[in-house]
């Protein structure tokens, strides 16, 4: 029934450099002849190159019996000699990126999309003075922070209808974007959004559940935005499901999912697939082929493509693969306050499906308008009022950040965390601790509602010409987006799958040194020559117990390495391993918080809490070699315990969470 799809989808990639499989499901039909696989060779080249890249049959029982750095550095390189082909990485890093070189911070805690860099900012911001700082770069007149972002609250539905009424700044980051997505916009209509999670509850809010009354899910993990989308969905009568996950390889369980997906009723309005290209926590990537075969059985299609690097989407294949919606989201500066928004596209063939639902039009602080920091600081504030900055702290502290998961934060480490603490996808950096201080002392937070009165929008129009020469003095530069573009797809994926790989092979050397028992476990695919730029794992003690993923954490952040952590779930266990169930499972309690907690929640979640890690193009081996340097440190039976005494001495409390 397939086959002509997966035809297409075998030809549109050949040459091993795509990053998200295109080719069929597990369960398709194999070819009766069997041609020269070049890609197969490589395949298998790379896998022999990784194993040569550390010290083969080798395991490290102790932290201090690793290899130095410049000695691990030598074997990388020989093994994977292409990596030297992506040397403009490290010149882009060092000339634009320098503060991660200067704070000596190794970024593993973002995924996705940034939009500019660090020296866009310096114009109002000095460099430190250095030897080794770079010269200052040219003046931008698009002052940091760049822009700031004012919640609006029509539907979405209204927004498709009027996407043309903008700011020439709004329109300019538009195109921006769109073209770096390879996405036309003849083709789809873009909305703003505070955040991510925000562009899953708006479209939740707007699609009709009452007809199409399913909601089907792909995640592997516990996503605070697909929570969003759920409850919202749930509120209006959607029937939700979810996909299986297979252990321990977490591949997609294909026979399930095809029962839900694949309908007996042609042309059946089925409901809303929502499907991510890759998971953001194991890296697993999945095949193109199930939005196609969604569609054809009457299914509307949501891409999530927040876990796509950078110049993922050139892949993509619009041409081939049309979601009807597509999500991503983009920080403004890698490295920094992850703070920016979401972006929801609706394909304009299927925008008339939306409804204007009241529940929509009530939702302030989902879509936003970009607006220019010298225009929105001419604009008069009201402090006679405590009431909206208590909203203002409220809304940024349920803003979900871009990441893959918690973001580590500097402060008081915690080393007996409690059982019961909840976990999400979303934690506070300190930058954002920061704002939430100033809130509270009243000064201007960068991300601001307004609630302007008639009078002043009606002043507003008729200041048409000062606004426009504004807007065309402003030189709107996105200049991460600019890096990734002069690198391209070849030279990103490969420098990704180069450090990852070494990376993983890495970590799997490290091993107890009596009882033999290896110090991590990956959860997803090992060495793989196709896996996503992310990893999820844990540490083990000496005795087989894990440590507490949010300890590694924040031992890992005073070491000067950004982590994150999540929760593994819908993990389905066939007779093999079902013995192994129980062991592996752990539960997960959520606090109630209304009757958008359904039974199930009250009950508990099983899954597996995870350190997680993800790789972008401006990581380094330095980098890497860094966090398997820190993670060979629980090797020595007595790591956390020195830790903990060690801050002790230092007159530094701890944090209960």
């Known amino acids: ?200 509850k708006l479209l939740a809010e707007s699609y009709p559940f009452q007809s199409n009354r399913r909601l089907l899910t792909v995640y592997d993990y516990d996503s605070e935005a697909v929570r969003a989308m759920i409850d919202s969905s749930q509120k209006r009568g959607a029937q939700v499901m979810s996909a299986k996950f297979s252990w321990p390889s977490l591949r997609i369980h294909t026979a399930k999912l095809t029962n839900m997906v694949v309908s007996k009723r042609k042309k059946e309005k089925r409901g809303l697939f929502v499907f991510p290209v890759q998971s953001r926590m194991t890296g697993r990537r999945y095949s193109y082929l199930w939005m196609s075969i969604a569609q054809e059985n009457g299914w509307h299609v949501l891409l999530d493509a927040c876990a796509l690097g950078s110049k993922d989407m050139d892949t993509l294949g619009l041409s081939l693969f049309r979601p009807d919606f597509l999500i991503c989201s983009f920080f403004k500066v890698f490295g920094e306050n992850p703070s920016g928004f979401g972006c929801l596209f609706v394909k304009r063939s299927s925008a008339s499906v939306l409804e204007g639902s009241t529940m929509a039009r009530s939702s302030i602080g989902i879509a936003v308008t970009l607006v220019s920091t010298k225009k929105l600081s001419q604009l008069p504030s009201d402090d006679s009022d405590g009431h909206s900055q208590t909203q203002e702290i409220s809304k940024l502290e349920s803003e979900e950040d871009d990441l893959s998961s918690v973001r580590s934060f500097s402060g008081p480490i915690l080393l007996q965390p409690q059982t019961s603490t909840g976990l999400g996808e979303r934690s506070l950096s300190s930058n954002r601790r920061t704002q939430l201080e100033g809130l509270q002392h009243g000064s201007t937070p960068e991300i601001v509602e307004i609630d302007r009165p008639n009078d002043l929008l009606k002043a507003e129009s008729t200041e048409t010409n000062t606004n426009d020469m504004d807007n065309k003095s402003l030189d709107i530069e996105c200049k991460y987006l600019d890096h990734a573009d002069s690198l391209g797809l070849i030279v990103i994926s490969n420098r990704a799958r180069y450090l990852t790989n070494w990376l993983v092979n890495a970590l799997m050397k490290l091993q107890h040194p009596e009882q033999g028992l290896p110090l991590i476990r990956i959860y997803g695919p090992k060495i793989k020559f196709d896996r996503g730029p992310a990893l999820a794992f844990n540490v083990f003690d000496w005795k087989g117990e894990k440590i507490e993923p949010v300890v590694v954490q924040k031992l890992a952040d005073r070491s000067n390495i950004s982590l994150s952590y999540g929760f593994l779930q819908n993990i389905w266990f066939s007779d093999m391993y079902e013995g192994e169930k129980e062991r592996v499972l752990e539960t997960r309690h959520h606090e109630a918080t209304g009757m958008a907690e359904n039974k199930r929640r009250e009950r508990g979640e099983l899954g597996i809490t995870v350190v997680t890690a993800a790789i972008s193009f401006l990581a380094n081996f330095n980098d890497t070699y860094r966090l398997w340097a820190f993670i060979a440190q629980f090797l020595d039976a007595d790591f956390v315990e020195k830790e903990q005494w060690r801050y002790t001495a230092l007159n530094q409390g701890t944090v209960e969470l």
């Open 1 to 200: 029934m397939h086959s002509h799809r997966i035809k297409e989808t075998s030809e549109a990639c050949f040459h091993g450099c795509c990053p998200v499989p295109l080719l069929g499901l597990p369960d398709a039909p194999k070819p009766t002849t069997k041609p020269i696989n070049i890609v197969a060779a490589s395949h298998y080249n790379f896998d022999a190159a990784t194993a040569a890249s550390l010290l083969p049959n080798t395991q490290f029982t102790n932290h201090e019996s690793l290899p130095p750095l410049a000695e691990a550095l030598s074997r990388f390189a020989t093994a994977y000699p292409y990596y030297s082909h992506t040397h403009e990485a490290d010149q882009i890093r060092a000339q634009h990126y320098f503060h991660l070189s200067l704070s000596n911070r190794v970024c593993f805690d973002y995924i996705g999309f940034g939009l500019f860099s660090y020296s866009q900012n310096q114009t109002s911001n000095s460099i430190p003075s250095s030897s080794s700082s770079p010269p200052p770069p040219p003046s931008n007149s698009l002052e940091f922070p760049f822009f700031d972002i004012s919640y609006k609250p029509p539907t979405l539905q209204s927004q498709t209808l009027n996407s043309g009424e903008e700011s020439e700044l709004e329109s300019r980051i538009r195109k921006r974007i769109m073209d770096f997505l390879n996405i036309s916009d003849t083709d789809y209509h873009m909305v703003f959004t505070a955040n991510r999670a925000s562009a899953f």
